[in-house]
C-alpha cells in the first residue's frame, strides 16, 4: 500500500509561483496513477491535475490549465505540482491522492473512489 505525504505548501502573492510535493512510500508506487485535488474553505474537494503511472498523460482542471504543471518522478517515488500566476481563487488546502484502477479522464469524478489520500498541504494566495 503506498503512503503518501505533502510538502510545499505556504503564503504567496498573486501572481507569485509555488512548487507541491507529494512523497510516496511503498514498492509499487510506479503503477499508480497520481493526482491532486484542492478544498477551499466552506466547498467541496475539487480535482486539479493527475498524471498517469507512466507520466505519458495528464489531465487538468479547467480553472489551472496553462498555470499548473503536474509531474511525476518514479526513480524518487515522487510526484509534483508546479503553479504559477497563482490567483486568491486557488487558496485551498491540496491533496494528493493515488489510484491503480482508475484511468485518469476519470478522477475528476472520482473524488470518493481513490485508494489513497495524503493529509493535505495548505496554499494561501493573497491579494
Known amino acids: 500500500q503506498v503512503q503518501l505525504v505533502e510538502s510545499g505548501g505556504g503564503l504567496v502573492q498573486a501572481g507569485g509561483s509555488l512548487r507541491l510535493s507529494c512523497a510516496a512510500s511503498g514498492r509499487t508506487f510506479g503503477r499508480y496513477a497520481m493526482g491532486w485535488f484542492r478544498q477551499a474553505p466552506g466547498k467541496e474537494r475539487e480535482f486539479v491535475a493527475v498524471t498517469n503511472w507512466s507520466g505519458s498523460d495528464t489531465v487538468y482542471a479547467d480553472s489551472v490549465k496553462g498555470r499548473f504543471t503536474i509531474s511525476k518522478d518514479s526513480a524518487k517515488n515522487a510526484m509534483y505540482l508546479q503553479m504559477s500566476s497563482l490567483k486568491p481563487e486557488d487558496t485551498a488546502v491540496y491533496y494528493c491522492?493515488?489510484?491503480?484502477?482508475?484511468?485518469?479522464?476519470?478522477?475528476?469524478?472520482?473524488?470518493?473512489?481513490?485508494?489513497?489520500w495524503g493529509q493535505g498541504t495548505l496554499v494561501t494566495v493573497s491579494s
Open positions: 491522492a493515488a489510484d491503480r484502477g482508475r484511468p485518469t479522464w476519470q478522477w475528476s469524478a472520482s473524488a470518493g473512489y481513490l485508494e489513497v
